[in-house]
């Protein structure tokens, strides 16, 4: 069975320091990989997704990054956090071809920067 | 730009009822999903209908897809406390419909 693991769980970073999340999925070939962040209470915010190894969608400009250097793995960094980057960040997968079929959740970091 | 709008945003009823959340989109889709998400945890999908489906089951839920209208409902019956929860509608856009644009939400309380 596939499974998705995504670490680590709670992130307490200063203001101006990196960020490395990781993802990494398995029991599954070339998944459709995504990054959605969450604020308190709302809804989830589309980041990034990938299609394939080295390929990379950006739904929001802002100072974050992702990059998938293996068919199962999908970092999201950043360089320099800001006080808005706080929030709940959750990595998913999908079977290729499209949508149709469902999204697979991690549990999830929450990150706090201060 | 929000693509999913779920109606009501909090809704509390009594164990034994039955809940139904809506949901609007905007644009045409090829199909539309709902999750559902308890508090700090990842979202776990329940049901995915499609755009030529009218409605599907799937135990307590029962979900209807309205394409002339652009709207959906979820409908949860004989609710319990397990199913405190928020729920999320999701719709798939974009070239190859390759991205899935989640509404806000419905924080769904169950009181016993």
């Known amino acids: 069975s596939q499974t998705i693991h995504q670490w680590p769980a709670t992130l307490v970073q200063p203001v101006g320091s990196p960020l490395s999340l990781e993802c990494t999925v398995e029991?599954?070939?070339?998944?459709?990989l995504y990054w959605y962040r969450q604020a308190a209470g709302r809804g989830l915010q589309l980041l990034f997704y990938s299609v394939g190894i080295g390929q990379i969608s950006s739904e929001v400009p802002q100072n974050l990054s992702a990059s998938r250097p293996q068919d199962r793995q999908f970092i999201l960094s950043s360089k320099k956090l800001l006080l808005s980057d706080s929030g709940f960040y959750l990595c998913?997968?999908?079977?290729?071809?499209?949508?149709?079929?469902?999204?697979?959740f991690g549990n999830g970091t929450r990150l706090t920067v201060t | 730009s929000q693509q999913g709008e779920e109606d009501p945003q909090a809704l509390s009823i009594q164990e034994g009822e039955n809940a139904t959340m809506n949901c609007s989109y905007k644009t045409s889709i090829n199909n539309l999903q709902w999750y559902r998400q308890n508090s700090g945890r990842g979202l776990v999908h329940l049901i995915l209908?499609?755009?030529?489906?009218r409605e599907k089951h799937s135990g307590r839920l029962r979900v209807t897809l309205d394409t002339s209208k652009k709207s959906s409902s979820l409908l949860i019956t004989a609710s319990r406390a397990a199913d405190t929860a928020s729920y999320f509608c999701?719709?798939?856009?974009?070239?190859?419909?390759?991205?899935?644009?989640f509404g806000q939400g419905t924080r769904l309380t169950i009181n016993p």
């Open positions: 999701a719709t798939d856009v974009g070239q190859g419909a390759q991205k899935l644009v």
């Open positions: 029991g599954t070939s070339n998944p459709n």
């Open positions: 998913a997968w999908s079977a290729t071809l499209g949508l149709n079929s469902p999204l697979h």
């Open positions: 209908i499609r755009s030529n489906e």
